[in-house]
């Protein structure tokens, strides 16, 4: 892992500097204001500082493993496996620990200046890649473990992503990760904020809908029938066309449900923006020859059930019939109120159709996450835009890695 900082007139342009040097890949950690140094600084705009961090692939998809590499008791070694009996010693240990978990919270809470407290300490030092590399001395069966601060962090962890609905052979992977920088005496803030740096890095940074380089882009937007594809599209095309003052169209292929069409042609006529109903491949040819001007087209489509396979032949060639002559992004809408194995079947069957973005709706409708890093690691796709309720366009967002994981490692609901 890289952790850098940068310096510029706004927080743009810092980070512009980040990806130029380290790539588009990079996660931005935290951003603050600091005065320049000088006899005359007092005159001059203070800079914005942006701190931010790189994990290379081979750490980021480093393959999971079912054995806990941490040592939680004097009866448990390195390599003692996940088993029911283990894990009913850590739901134990967590009720007994409700203290220590609120502990963890408050210190969730300042966990941005935690995180610039340790990269300070560091910023001479060989980077987290290097020390990563050192082996460190295993255990012997019988010895116990040093740092039962860090014992008892690891052991709450593991339960409270389980409880978040984490899925364990991702938990497996964190607590490995961590296992390999971890030292004896290593302090209970730095094992905190590496958990935090590393799963934020693990979702990625969020990714936008972007401008064609030259005509109108294409937004296809599909999914499951239920989970709110149509709201979705009315709050983020009242973003493009009201704040951002972007010329937007109105598409739905969704023919089966009447009232979607009609709900969308409403949000339509309030935003003074083109509606099309598209039956057929050739109307969509013909609606990207009538809005060719503009400069996106969100186009709405019907669910179907992800086991019916003339369906997702059919979805699949509407959803290519313009690769040739127009730019087009596909965000596959989920609710994050769908159990896990369902969600898996689901982003299954619409990757045989496009490659796809992530967005998650009927976020206030649940009180565990787990299952945006689930998907999020399963697929290999990134998380665009969250939703959390009916308002539009109010009750939308983009994707904050940072918050995500704040919630899945017990901080504060914001």
Same mark, same amino acid.
């Given at each position: 892992?890289?952790?850098?900082?940068?310096?510029?007139?706004? %927080?743009?342009?810092?980070?512009?500097?980040?990806?130029?040097?380290?790539?588009?890949?990079?996660?931005?950690?935290?951003?603050?204001?600091?005065?320049?140094?000088?006899?005359?600084?007092?005159? #001059?705009?203070?800079?914005?500082?942006?701190?931010?961090?790189? %994990?290379?692939?081979?750490?980021?998809?480093?393959?999971?493993?079912?054995?806990?590499?941490?040592?939680?008791?004097?009866?448990?070694?390195?390599?003692?496996?996940?088993?029911?009996?283990?894990?009913?010693?850590?739901?134990?240990?967590? %009720?007994?620990?409700?203290?220590?978990?609120?502990?963890?919270?408050?210190?969730?809470?300042?966990?941005?200046?935690?995180?610039? #407290?340790?990269?300070?300490?560091?910023?001479?030092?060989?980077?987290e890649k290097e020390a990563e590399s050192v082996p460190e001395k295993p255990l012997k069966q019988d010895e116990e473990p040093k740092n039962a601060e860090l014992v008892k962090f690891m052991k709450l962890m593991y339960n409270m992503m389980l409880e978040n609905e984490v899925d364990?052979?991702?938990?497996?992977?964190?607590?490995?990760?961590?296992?390999?920088?971890?030292?004896?005496?290593?302090?209970?803030?730095?094992?905190?904020?590496?958990?935090?740096?590393?799963?934020?890095?693990?979702?990625?940074?969020?990714?936008?809908?972007?401008?064609?380089?030259?005509?109108?882009?294409?937004?296809?937007?599909?999914?499951?029938?239920?989970?709110?594809?149509?709201?979705?599209?009315?709050?983020?095309?009242?973003?493009?066309?009201?704040?951002?003052?972007?010329?937007?169209?109105?598409?739905?292929?969704?023919?089966?449900?009447?009232?979607?069409?009609?709900?969308?042609?409403?949000?339509?006529?309030?935003?003074?923006?083109?509606?099309?109903?598209?039956?057929?491949?050739? %109307?969509?040819?013909?609606?990207?020859?009538?809005?060719?001007?503009?400069?996106?087209?969100?186009?709405?489509?019907?669910?179907?059930?992800?086991?019916?396979?003339?369906?997702?032949?059919?979805?699949?060639?509407?959803?290519?019939?313009?690769?040739?002559?127009?730019?087009?992004?596909?965000?596959?809408?989920?609710?994050?109120?769908?159990?896990?194995?369902?969600?898996?079947?689901?982003?299954?069957?619409?990757?045989?159709?496009?490659?796809?973005?992530?967005?998650?709706?009927?976020?206030?409708?649940?009180?565990?996450?787990?299952?945006?890093?689930?998907?999020?690691?399963?697929?290999?796709?990134?998380?665009?835009?969250?939703?959390?309720?009916?308002?539009?366009?109010?009750?939308?967002?983009?994707?904050?890695? #940072?918050?995500?994981?704040?919630?899945?490692?017990?901080?504060?609901?914001?």
């Amino acid at each position: 892992m890289i952790i850098k900082k940068y310096q510029g007139k706004t %927080e743009e342009e810092a980070t512009e500097l980040a990806k130029k040097e380290l790539g588009e890949g990079i996660i931005v950690m935290n951003v603050k204001n600091v005065k320049k140094k000088g006899l005359f600084a007092f005159l #001059q705009r203070p800079l914005v500082e942006v701190t931010v961090a790189l %994990e290379e692939e081979t750490e980021r998809f480093a393959p999971a493993r079912r054995d806990m590499q941490v040592p939680l008791s004097g009866n448990l070694t390195k390599n003692t496996p996940l088993t029911s009996a283990w894990q009913k010693q850590v739901a134990e240990a967590s %009720e007994k620990s409700s203290t220590e978990m609120d502990a963890i919270g408050e210190k969730l809470d300042s966990l941005q200046s935690l995180l610039e #407290q340790q990269i300070q300490k560091k910023q001479n030092q060989e980077t987290e890649k290097e020390a990563e590399s050192v082996p460190e001395k295993p255990l012997k069966q019988d010895e116990e473990p040093k740092n039962a601060e860090l014992v008892k962090f690891m052991k709450l962890m593991y339960n409270m992503m389980l409880e978040n609905e984490v899925d364990e052979k991702y938990i497996n992977q964190i607590m490995d990760e961590i296992e390999k920088v971890h030292t004896p005496n290593m302090p209970f803030d730095y094992a905190l904020a590496n958990t935090y740096q590393k799963m934020i890095l693990k979702f990625g940074p969020a990714t936008e809908i972007t401008a064609a380089g030259k005509g109108p882009k294409v937004i296809y937007f599909v999914g499951p029938t239920g989970v709110g594809k149509t709201t979705t599209i009315a709050k983020l095309a009242s973003r493009f066309s009201v704040d951002e003052k972007k010329r937007v169209a109105l598409l739905t292929a969704d023919t089966y449900r009447i009232a979607a069409a009609e709900q969308l042609k409403t949000y339509a006529s309030i935003l003074e923006a083109p509606f099309r109903v598209i039956y057929t491949i050739e %109307e969509m040819e013909s609606a990207l020859a009538e809005f060719k001007d503009y400069d996106y087209l969100f186009v709405d489509t019907a669910g179907h059930s992800h086991q019916n396979q003339a369906q997702k032949e059919a979805m699949s060639a509407f959803v290519h019939c313009l690769d040739e002559k127009v730019e087009k992004e596909v965000y596959l809408v989920l609710s994050a109120t769908t159990k896990y194995r369902d969600l898996l079947s689901i982003a299954d069957s619409y990757k045989e159709i496009a490659d796809y973005r992530l967005i998650f709706t009927k976020l206030d409708e649940t009180s565990a996450y787990g299952n945006l890093l689930n998907l999020g690691l399963y697929t290999g796709a990134s998380i665009s835009y969250v939703t959390y309720g009916q308002n539009v366009p109010e009750d939308m967002e983009k994707f904050n890695p #940072q918050k995500t994981v704040k919630q899945l490692l017990g901080g504060k609901k914001q």
